[in-house]
């Protein structure tokens, strides 16, 4: 993919985030770019978003530079048996 296209796309994900408060759209927007775009998309967008004269809305820029690399946030809400504690289960 180009980095017109991704600029573009990166663009419309902060036009999305637009109306939250700036830290949430930046988590927002970092968010969605770890957990939907490869690596490679993500490293040639920071690549443009270091040089000067690029179209990058300002929360895209700060959303890659904030945030370390991570896993994906998708993955944040999944436990396996292991996580589940002394709860137990309430199967069967």
Do not use: C
């Amino acid at each position: 993919m180009n980095t017109d296209k991704l600029i573009h796309k990166a663009n419309q994900i902060a036009s999305f985030f637009r109306s939250y408060p700036d830290d949430q759209a930046i988590t927002g927007i970092h968010d969605h770019l770890v957990a939907f775009w490869t690596p490679g998309m993500r490293s040639a967008l920071v690549a443009v978003t270091r040089q000067d004269g690029h179209s990058i809305d300002p929360l895209v820029a700060k959303a890659l530079i904030t945030f370390e690399p991570g896993k994906s946030p998708s993955e944040k809400e999944v436990s396996g048996p292991a996580t589940i504690g002394d709860l137990g289960s309430d199967a069967g």
